[in-house]
């Protein structure tokens, strides 16, 4: 389970180390959607959430799918700027269509709607021939039936989406410009030091014993491959991106700690997010129940589904489709994990949401933890 970034033909120096203000921002408002995931800031969470106006916690709720179970690639710069406001006009420049597929992924769970435009620090007019929702009447009521099954929420900010980006797009940019004022700018002042501390490091090693040294020091789920030519990241599912001639980007984060994001589909330059440190350690738990849990994961399908479940709540029929295998093989496992206490199942309409069990998980270990959450 990989993602492979091919850098043969990338030149050294277009390996860039950068902080961005817009992708802390998205960080911080995963902790705020998810904060079972970040048990560390679940104080600042809680405080955040109490002094948020009524309005814009509203906002936040209803725009949640573009950085709840996964972040969309725009709000990832490949080229960070020294403001959020910048990095927001760089977002404004994308095209309707660029943007509406890349919030379809986050909002629909799938990643047949992913764009081939170009991204903001990119001049490829390359486009998929995938039919776009925006046009094309079935490609919009595939998108609109994903998003249901996730959602009443959901499926309501697909339908908008799709019937008016640009007013979307400008409710959603007014949004995260309130959150700099009710608490952004302040939690990136607290960051600055360490994100500072870390960019000066990886640099160094960067400059002074080149680009294995500097994977390294991100995270042992980085590596450079033996022959140099691509970067390997430990990631959900086997997927190949290439930074010919373009650029790849590691963007440091305090509250993205333990998530690994990356952003790789075709026609944007690839980026890693990675946390600046990790965690502290977890309090033991009775070995019975670790046996158990063990056993649950040691089957290869299982892990993956438990991968997936980790950017959020998915149906049998969901989890059957993205891995290929048949509902009735996909329940048995699940099964398991339940049996293991590691999933909960709940139903929501027509629609059987099964949910990872986060405290059950963080009992066996940071390293799993991790692991599974990136």
Avoid at 274 to 279: F, H, K, S
């Amino acid at each position: 389970m990989t993602l492979r970034i091919d850098i043969s033909k990338l030149p050294s120096e277009r390996l860039r180390f950068a902080a961005s203000p817009l992708a802390e921002l998205t960080a911080m408002l995963h902790v705020l959607a998810e904060p079972g995931h970040h048990p560390h800031l679940a104080g600042w969470a809680g405080d955040v959430w109490a002094r948020l106006r009524p309005e814009l916690a509203e906002r936040l709720r209803e725009a949640e799918f573009l950085w709840r179970s996964s972040q969309a690639d725009f709000l990832i710069p490949a080229r960070p700027r020294p403001t959020l406001a910048q990095e927001l006009d760089d977002v404004d420049r994308i095209d309707d269509e660029t943007y509406v597929t890349a919030a379809l992924v986050t909002t629909c769970g799938s990643s047949r709607f992913h764009s081939t435009g170009p991204s903001p620090s990119s001049p490829s007019t390359t486009r998929s021939s995938a039919p776009s929702p925006l046009t094309d009447p079935t490609a919009r009521e595939r998108a609109l039936d994903l998003a249901q099954a996730r959602g009443g929420r959901q499926e309501a900010f697909a339908e908008r989406l799709l019937a008016d980006p640009a007013a979307v797009r400008a409710r959603v940019r007014q949004t995260l410009e309130q959150c700099a004022e009710a608490f952004f700018d302040a939690a990136w002042a607290d960051v600055a030091v360490p994100l500072a501390t870390d960019l000066r490091l990886k640099n160094d090693l960067l400059r002074h014993q080149g680009i294995g040294a500097a994977l390294a020091s991100v995270s042992g789920a980085v590596t450079l491959a033996p022959d140099g030519d691509c970067i390997v990241v430990d990631k959900l599912q086997d997927k190949t991106t290439a930074a010919r001639e373009s650029a790849v980007t590691f963007i440091p984060s305090v509250f993205g700690r333990p998530h690994l994001v990356a952003v790789h589909a075709p026609g944007w330059h690839p980026v890693v997010q990675y946390p600046v440190a990790g965690p502290g350690p977890c309090e033991p738990v009775p070995l019975e129940t670790v046996t158990l849990r063990l056993e649950a994961l040691a089957h290869p399908v299982r892990l993956r589904l438990l991968r997936t479940l980790a950017r959020g709540p998915h149906t049998t029929g969901e989890l059957a489709h993205t891995w290929e295998l048949s509902p009735p093989e996909v329940s048995r496992h699940l099964a398991v994990l339940r049996r293991a206490g590691l999933l909960t199942a709940r139903r929501h309409g027509r629609y059987v949401r099964h949910t990872l069990n986060l405290p059950g998980l963080t009992a066996l270990g940071t390293d799993l933890l991790a692991a599974v959450l990136r």
